[in-house]
């Protein structure tokens, strides 16, 4: 028997993270790469439940409600001079929605040879620019996005 080969990401490698200006904004939309990212998670999809159990069913009955996209959490190492992780921050000072995108490398096993995965959406950066101090290493400034609609996937090519 056959095993079919998995046409999944094989790495992060060259994925790039950016911002762009605030959601809805007229003009020509200029996005930054926020540099020096060393990980990041996108949780996905989250479905709100509220319970619609009877006296008459004898199960635990839900209904699903609101449909939350999640967040987007990514580590930076701390470059304080590095314009789109400084872009990030002021975002946060607003408390207002940002464009943002995440371009994935091509992946080739699902015949991807110019340009990889484009993920777009709109977000909150609910947390930016905390970071510890270590004697063992260097610095990292941390992100948290909430994502605010649903999120776009163009496939690459």
Same mark, same amino acid.
């Given at each position: 028997m056959t095993q079919a080969i998995s046409k999944a990401q094989s790495t992060a490698v060259g994925t790039i993270i950016s911002i762009g200006g605030v959601t809805g904004a007229t003009g020509t939309e200029t996005f930054t790469p926020v540099g020096s990212i060393t990980n990041a998670k996108v949780s996905g999809l989250k479905i709100a439940t509220t319970d619609v159990s009877t006296f008459l069913a004898n199960v635990k009955r839900k209904l699903g409600t609101i449909v939350d996209y999640g967040t987007v959490t990514f580590t930076t190492l701390r470059v304080s001079n590095d314009a789109g992780?400084? *872009?990030?921050?002021?975002?946060a000072a607003t408390a207002q929605n940002y #464009?943002?995108?995440?371009? $994935? &490398?091509?992946?080739? =096993?699902?015949?991807?040879?110019?340009?990889?995965?484009?993920?777009?959406?709109?977000?909150?950066v609910?947390? *930016?620019?905390g970071f510890?101090?270590?004697?063992?290493?260097?610095? #990292?400034?941390?992100?948290? $996005? &909430?994502?605010?609609? =649903?999120?776009v996937v163009t496939e690459g090519s």
């Open positions: 992780q400084a *872009a990030v921050i002021a975002a #464009d943002f995108k995440i371009q $994935l &490398e091509p992946n080739s =096993a699902a015949s991807q040879t110019t340009i990889g995965d484009l993920i777009t959406f709109s977000a909150l609910s947390e *930016a620019g510890d101090l270590d004697l063992n290493k260097q610095p #990292d400034y941390s992100f948290t $996005l &909430e994502i605010d609609g =649903a999120w």
